[in-house]
């Protein structure tokens, strides 16, 4: 798997000091063309900016290229930078595969879900990091409070307040190690009281229905049209039975990218309140909102009735395990229960670091810093595609690190597979769709502009780019998607693992 | 609740900047005197170390002790330090209760469980952390292997042969959020696998037995003798109806203290391959042993039918939330399943940083320096202790942060009720025996020398030893003990916390 240039080096086994470093890199780049992990056409990082991932000198990235450019596995032009060559792709057939089989994993990961990762602020995170572990009473260290930190809970109460509209204090906050606890833990509170199943969005994500499921809760779609998900369909009166509560992301559909429309929150409210039901709000990149007013957390119209779940996946990094609930005082007490008599889940060190950062100010520069740069690669990726694949239509642009490309009718499998070709992990819209959803089918693709790294942007763009053009024009292949690939199987495992099990928020 | 003078500090809103720290401080210390909550005759630490603990100049401090030495609430003696002046104990009596009603929390806590959180390596912790972010792969910060790290698998994979005899590949070696959450998956898996109970040792933590039993599996004591838990009663013919797991502390029985004996080993290794049994190896303090050779890990002699549950809750902090499973391939994906598609629960800042703790040798020389912190701790308890309270017997000394001190027949109500009034939390060794357990009852206590913070480690002393000495002559109260006082409610809440929730492992 490689997903990443900082990966490739490392997976390659590159042998990155002493004097063998140049032919490290060659070799291993080398390699990486031949296998056809990087595919023709591909622009490769610049020198320095590869240089600086491996932790290595610009010259001896450039010296590598220089090689391979002479072997003629690369090619370099003035003012586009270098590429690999273009080689004759191998051609479809059923009877020789070993030969045809292309290797494993993808060239660029287009799938949503991660944040750019190597956006995390490092150098200021360690600065938190030091700060907080300089003034922590020593039995912070200890076995603590199962809601968590209060110096964290502190400091999310009034970052919720002042960036979500949330209304929360330290009491009613409950850290956990990311939405999937989060909602593992609310699930088994939900079947605890006797619920049965839990309504869901006809879009959203299949490893969060089979966490909900795992708890014992059938999942329940919801209808979905132009305003987002029909909230009316909970009115008592020909609802789905026996549902008394609804996971909902109001603020940025996932995947469709659309607020909930206002007449929508306040029916979903209102059926909370007449039945007291419960309304699980999943704020999962609240923070990333580019072109028009941020649209507060559906929890602040009513504390009583929504577990606020926020997550510090998406503006930081998922490698953190760092999620928080809002709970109503109703259902705090089987939370904490849930959760344990201590806090037998989340380290100590970074609930102090974010605390910090926070309350420092930290925070809401990276996440300033991160909604520009995320902005910038929207604008980008929706200004190319106008000219390189003017049939696709940008859709969910407004807010969050993920778009939806409508596709011209009939051409999604013939995009699906030119992706494929281009060593895309991407996936369709459909992939994101409820089972049991009545809403119809519509050509699309889901694409996490926020995953790649910087330096990979520009190819993973030109790229997206390539494929929809060629997709889109209904190429000679139009017959075939990735799904019937044979030789796509390592890339498929790939995208399996993505929505399966990499992606729980 | 005050564990440590810094967090009496913390907690009494000290005035910590600017001119104030001198008042605030004299105020702080004179109405803890004045509450109850630092006792007469305790020894306050030196101002040299309180002066470090609180980070203030030490002047300050000498200053404030020489305000309350001329108040008369504290008195100094050339030699012995300042102590809490004496003055007349409040007399029970069940007329005026709000008056004699002593304030909550302990001034020293003896219960097992928490290392001396002071004793945490902050500063080698930091630099570990630094050299691990500026190496780790974007990608680390990302969804990860259910597993955890590899970094940090391979590292315990070495450290864990080299030190505990465990034979274990980075492959079959599974991060879990401390000892709590490894038995929380084993309990699943055990009761997805139809098991209805699970055999125990007749002492133990009622919080490990509750995990089990929330799991839906019964726990059913073996008996114990003098060469530890009777194994042997695991034997098809005799023993315990319907039990395919044991959930043994083979290196130092908790809280007895002994190993098991080899014979006993070598008993439930014969049954666990008889009956493809599992035997659940909880090694929670195997790090530290001062006198005998170190006693590997039962897991060494049959990886087929042991899983090792280590942590780093001992030796470090449990605030770090990190433990590892060292899993029979017969059960691994059992317990990947159970902890979900992908690694939901730990963070990988404190997995990266504690790999690069164990490779680069900190951990090593962390975990020496403790060892002989805490011997020194024990000789200086069972020295004291031999002088002061000689009918009393320290057991299980040779390992661990805890020992178990038999009392005088008869005396064991009279020395919870002296300890009370010292303001010690500290348990009766009966809080640790399993209710079905046909073991016969023994007056002794169990104390925790590894939880106080260094300077409060010789003033906790003076109190255990006291309270020893007192109690173990039978004193005029003799007929009490702390479970009937009402004036130690808040202590026993203490207490009753200590050993319900906040000693998971």
Chains 1, 2 share one sequence.
Not at 247 to 268: E, K
Not at 365 to 376: G, K, N, P
Request: a positive charge; aromatic letters at 6%; proline letters at 6%.
């Amino acid at each position: 798997m490689v997903k990443s240039w900082a990966t490739l080096g490392v997976d390659l086994h590159l042998e990155l000091t002493g004097t063998g470093v140049r032919k490290g890199l060659t070799n291993a780049l080398r390699e990486a063309v031949r296998s056809g992990r990087l595919a023709p056409g591909i622009r490769l990082p610049s020198s320095r900016s590869l240089a600086a991932d491996l932790g290595i000198a610009r010259n001896t990235v450039a010296d590598a290229y220089a090689d391979l450019v002479a072997e003629g596995w690369l090619t370099a032009r003035q003012g586009s930078g270098t590429s690999v060559a273009q080689r004759p792709m191998p051609t479809r057939s059923v009877t020789s595969p070993p030969h045809r089989r292309v290797p494993s994993g993808p060239a660029y990961d287009l799938m949503p879900g991660s944040p750019d990762l190597s956006f995390f602020p490092r150098t200021a995170w360690l600065k938190a990091s030091r700060r907080a572990l300089a003034t922590a009473p020593h039995d912070a260290l200890g076995y603590g409070d199962p809601r968590g930190r209060v110096e964290l809970r502190t400091a999310l109460a009034g970052y919720l307040a002042r960036a979500r509209g949330v209304r929360a204090n330290p009491e009613n906050i409950v850290i956990c190690s990311g939405f999937a606890h989060g909602l593992m833990l609310l699930g088994q509170v939900l079947r605890g009281r006797g619920l049965k199943s839990l309504a869901v969005e006809s879009y959203g994500l299949d490893v969060h229905w089979r966490l909900a499921e795992r708890a014992g809760l059938r999942t329940v779609p919801l209808g979905f049209d132009e305003l987002g998900t029909r909230t009316e369909e909970l009115a008592p009166s020909g609802g789905p039975a026996g549902v008394s509560a609804v996971l909902l992301t109001p603020a940025h559909q996932f995947p469709m990218g659309l607020p909930l429309h206002p007449d929508r929150r306040a029916a979903v409210v209102d059926w909370a309140r007449r039945g007291d039901g419960l309304i699980l709000e999943d704020d999962y990149d609240g923070e990333f909102r580019y072109d028009r007013k941020p649209v507060g957390a559906l929890q602040g119209l009513d504390p009583d009735h929504v577990v606020y779940l926020g997550t510090a996946s998406k503006s930081l990094a998922p490698g953190l395990r760092l999620g928080w609930l809002v709970l109503p005082p109703s259902i705090a007490a089987e939370v904490l229960a849930a959760k344990g008599g201590s806090d037998w889940s989340c380290g100590v060190l970074d609930q102090l670091t974010l605390a910090e950062f926070i309350a420092s100010g930290g925070y809401d520069r990276h996440v300033r810093a991160a909604r520009l740069h995320y902005r910038r690669r929207r604008d980008a990726l929706v200004a190319q595609l106008a000219v390189q694949a003017p049939a696709v239509r940008a859709t969910g642009i407004a807010a969050g690190l993920h778009v939806v490309l409508r596709l011209p009718p009939g051409t999604e499998r013939s995009a699906l597979r030119a992706a494929a070709w281009q060593r895309l992990a991407v996936h369709s819209l459909d992939r994101y769709r409820h089972a049991e959803s009545t809403v119809g089918r519509t050509d699309a693709l889901v694409v996490g502009y926020g995953t790649p790294p910087d330096h990979a942007w520009s190819g993973a763009l030109d790229a997206l780019c390539a494929a929809l053009s060629l997709g889109g024009a209904g190429g000679a292949d139009g017959a075939g998607g990735v799904e019937d690939f044979e030789e796509f199987e390592d890339l498929k495992d790939f995208m399996d693992r993505g929505v399966g099990g990499s992606f729980p928020g």
